[in-house]
């Protein structure tokens, strides 16, 4: 829930619209990233590819949609992607009793006109590229990104840029990004927001247990709410089979996936301690 009225309500909605490979490990991905959402400096580590994923949030409450192409050449490379967040069924019950104290609050005395009570709807999207170069083993990117929010009858468009890093060596990787470090501004009717500047650091190995590929990554993400620890762990179970788990915010997630070239489809499964359950299927076609 906490996620949801962030989404609502901040430009934090960005933060639901990875896919289901990353978000099965824990929603990691800024060192180890599955698409190029994740990291701008992602487009060069990834293979070229296109994929869409499509999510249920804690139930029917929240659908995400989001998607992009990654390409890529020897030195450089670039990707496209885009979010859409949607949260139906609002209740708005500003109208619905006598506000005789002005306090915003129902009290003992002021009647309630439960026919007075509607609906309404807060949607958002993002489009979002990304272009990185090679700079011996490392990988730099930037991001720009333009964002539509509708709460309601508010509207508000925005833009912002991210700056990303991913230094790999054998089989062990470094990722950090800066998410909004323009202080990204939100444009609403009369007044103005920004998004400010989150710092993210995240690493990795890859290696095989006996004849089993293990892949292990941790994020640090610092902001405006403070600092929240994902982990994520996949396991290569065969040549086709990876199944994953981690934990992020104090929730649980698992998934796994299915590969057979050029296609691949993952799963994940979001566990959460009052909602119901989220669930997240991805399509990714390797080009």
Not at 142 to 151: A, N, Q
Request: glycine share 12%; hydrophobic share 40%.
């Amino acid at each position: 829930m906490f996620l949801l009225l962030l989404a609502v309500f901040e430009g934090e909605f960005l933060l639901v619209g990875v896919d289901a490979g990353s978000w099965g490990r824990g929603s990691t991905g800024i060192a180890y990233p599955t698409t190029g959402f994740k990291n701008p400096a992602s487009s060069l580590v990834l293979e070229p590819c296109v994929y869409f994923t499509g999510s249920r949030m804690f139930g029917d409450l929240a659908n995400v949609l989001s998607g992009g192409i990654n390409l890529r050449q020897s030195d450089y490379g670039f990707g496209f992607h885009f979010v859409f967040h949607s949260v139906g069924d609002i209740l708005d019950t500003r109208n619905a009793w006598d506000d005789l104290d002005g306090d915003g609050l129902p009290d003992p005395g002021e009647e309630i006109y439960p026919d007075s009570i509607s609906n309404f709807s807060a949607r958002e999207g993002a489009l979002l590229s990304s272009y990185s170069r090679r700079f011996g083993s490392f990988s730099v990117g930037i991001g720009l990104k333009f964002i539509y929010k509708r709460i309601h009858e508010a509207v508000a468009v925005g833009a912002g840029a991210d700056l990303g890093v991913i230094y790999q060596m054998g089989g062990y990787s470094i990722g950090a990004s800066i998410k909004d470090f323009t202080s990204s501004p939100l444009y609403w009717d009369g007044r103005t927001e920004h998004i400010e500047p989150s710092y993210r650091i995240g690493c990795g190995f890859t290696k095989k247990i006996g004849n089993v590929p293990v892949l292990m990554e941790v994020n640090l993400i610092q902001d405006d709410y403070g600092f929240n620890n994902h982990l994520g762990v996949e396991i290569g179970m065969n040549e086709w089979l990876k199944v994953r788990a981690g934990f992020f915010n104090n929730q649980v997630t698992t998934g796994f996936g299915i590969e057979k070239r050029p296609f691949l489809v993952d799963y994940a499964l979001n566990l959460h301690t009052y909602l119901e359950l989220s669930h997240r299927v991805s399509l990714l076609y390797k080009l």
